[in-house]
């Protein structure tokens, strides 16, 4: 991380948020608890710099993916993710790559309604109960292969 560090300041090099769209709709995901209490974003990818680059620009966490059965996965390259909880941090993510986004727009939007309606300190969501389950449903039915669902 401290040389990503050091690159960016010296260089100033930092990939656009058209870039970070395009990675983030095809390596990433939105997500919500059941109660719609919680917003998750993350992304997963081989080549940890990447998700460095997000955490140095936006905040959240990177960490090594952690394999159930490491026999099994061996062969196969160490994987990592970036993720963040923090409302601050997902509005800003949001907001910088949602113009870009294709295939996870619908649920970019979706996350923003549960988001804009979260209190300021991200504690317990005042959304009616119905309204939040109906938000959190239509969000994990996007999140599943071959969905093509429009809010």
Known sequence: ?????????????MPSDEYFAGLFDGEGSISA???GWKVCISMTNTYREVLELLQLRFGGKVKKVKWKNSNHFKEIKDRWYWRTQKAS??????????????IKKNQAKIAFLILDKMNVQGAR????????KDLVEKLSNMNKRGCDENI
């Open 1 to 13: 991380m401290e040389i990503l560090e050091n690159i960016f300041k010296e260089k100033k090099i």
């Open 33 to 35: 608890n059941r109660q």
């Open 89 to 102: 941090e997902m509005k800003g993510f949001l907001s910088a790559v949602y113009p870009y986004l294709i």
């Open 125 to 132: 969501n005042p959304i009616p109960m119905i309204e939040r």
